[in-house]
């Protein structure tokens, strides 16, 4: 029996997560979380766990049995003494019902015990810890980790993160938009997990934008970030953003302007007005648009600090000798253009 059409091999989402599936294997589980939106939360949850569970340490069990098979194997290649020389201590015959007992059949048995052993050793003793689900919706959400690191949640977004974090590693995934000021700490990377690739840092501030609209996007307000995806890595500095796909990084300037939707503050220099539409309806959280393609080219240099929606919207109309029209909760402006 075929599997059901909004399930994916459990092999197939491991390679995905591993960051070694190929290219066609990609796009598959691309196409399948496009088909079947609700598997986006499910996998997220499962790229936390696999990401922890990477960095937990069970009592060294692999090596335990990868030591147990390297001398199982060993005594493989040393020279085995015929058999039929071999007599019984007691009966004197001539060996008949002397049993051959094929050494890399014991040598799996042996390697399998020993793997179940360390493998139940290591769920009862390392179960997968309580997570810590946080979702916003028409709000946005300020609220502090247990590390002291503070995160500032925007509308329609997904936080998820171990009620307690192991020793090594602190890890959170996110799916839609967040500033983070993580508090430093030189043992303990901090790391956020999206679908489009990774984001790793000791103790900075930065925003993540990993919403489904498009690539996500780090931009780095201070210290030092490293962004990656399952081809590439990049280090990132004060002053510098990027753009993080499955199998490109794309370098850009940061844009502080993104960040209104916490600062409250926009700083546009010559800024195209498109660019500015884009920020206001990001930060404002409104449905602002242009009524010609036209007028997106016109520039705009201002600087608005924690400015209500409809004072700042005149400003900009005013600015650029355009129209404002409000029509519902949609924003429009309208005009001639720019030269």
Not at 40 to 48: N, V
Not at 94 to 106: D, M
Not at 141 to 157: A, C, K, M, R, W
Not at 193 to 199: D, Y
């Amino acid at each position: 029996m075929s599997a059901p059409l909004n399930t994916l091999s459990d092999e197939l989402l491991a390679r995905y997560l591993a960051h070694s599936a190929t290219k066609e294997e990609i796009e598959t589980v691309e196409k399948w979380l496009s088909q079947f939106p609700e598997k986006r939360k499910e996998l997220s949850e499962y790229r936390l766990i696999w990401e922890l569970s990477g960095k937990l340490k069970p009592s060294s069990a692999t090596d335990k049995v990868d030591r147990a098979w390297e001398r199982v194997r060993q005594k493989m290649q040393q020279p085995t003494p015929d058999i039929d020389k071999i007599r019984p201590l007691h009966g004197g015959g001539s060996g008949q019902g002397v049993k051959r007992y094929p050494l890399l059949a014991l040598a799996m048995t042996v390697a399998a015990a020993l793997a179940l052993m360390f493998g139940l050793y290591y769920y009862r003793f390392e179960p997968v810890p309580e997570m810590v689900s946080v979702v916003t919706q028409e709000q946005t959400q300020e609220l502090v980790l247990p590390d002291g690191t503070s995160i500032f949640l925007n509308h329609h977004s997904h936080l998820e993160y171990p009620a307690q974090w192991k020793d090594d590693i602190r890890t959170v995934s996110l799916e839609g938009e967040a500033f983070f000021d993580v508090h430093r700490d030189e043992k303990r990377p901090f790391v956020i997990s999206t679908l489009e690739g990774e984001v790793r840092v000791l103790g900075t501030s930065f925003n993540v934008n990993a919403s489904k609209e498009g690539p996500m996007r780090v931009d780095v307000v201070s210290g030092k970030v490293e962004v990656s995806n399952a081809v590439a890595k990049k280090l990132l500095v004060k002053g510098q953003g990027a753009e993080v796909q499955r199998d490109t990084i794309l370098s850009l300037m940061a844009n502080t302007n993104l960040l209104g939707y916490k600062t409250q503050i926009y700083d546009f220099k010559a800024t195209h007005l498109a660019d500015v539409v884009e920020s206001i309806r990001n930060g404002y959280h409104v449905d602002l648009r242009l009524a010609k393609s036209n007028i997106s080219n016109c520039r705009l240099t201002i600087r608005f600090e924690k400015e209500p929606l409809d004072a700042t919207l005149a400003v900009i109309a005013e600015t650029l000798q355009l129209e404002l029209r409000k029509d519902g909760d949609t924003y429009w402006l309208e005009g001639a253009g720019c030269r």
